[in-house]
Nanobody, 117 residues
Framework: VQLQASGGGLVQPGGSLRLSCAASENIFSINTMGWFRQTPGNQRELVAHINRGGYSDYVDFAKGRFTISRDNAKNTVYLQMNSLKPEDTAVYYC????????????WGQGTQVTVSS
């Protein structure tokens, strides 16, 4: 699986981050892509997804604060996160939506987002 998320970091509450995820063409070109997040001891959860035509949808906690987008020419999906809260602290991953499996070998490296003052 070739999925590489980046752009995470430490940000204060109310701040913003933009995550990027580069995917191999065979994954990106035909699939709806999604952003997911996971905190220790919890299951990986969906944040948002976007299809190749640009239609997107969000889970409730992301609506109004996060924006998912994609650049089909670059095989890259983005997640703009605004008004960040401490509860957004997690490791963020991208993958096909729905993901083929939640087993580790179907996921690439995530990026840590920490929201703290």
């Amino acid at each position: 699986v070739q999925l590489q998320a980046s752009g995470g970091g430490l940000v204060q509450p109310g701040g913003s981050l933009r995550l990027s995820c580069a995917a191999s063409e065979n994954i990106f070109s035909i699939n709806t892509m999604g952003w997911f997040r996971q905190t220790p001891g919890n299951q990986r959860e969906l944040v948002a997804h976007i299809n190749r035509g640009g239609y997107s949808d969000y889970v409730d906690f992301a609506k109004g604060r996060f924006t998912i987008s994609r650049d089909n020419a670059k095989n890259t999906v983005y997640l703009q996160m605004n008004s960040l809260k401490p509860e957004d602290t997690a490791v963020y991953y991208c993958n096909m939506f729905p993901p083929p499996s939640y087993e580790a070998n179907y996921w690439g490296q995530g990026t840590q987002v920490t929201v703290s003052s």
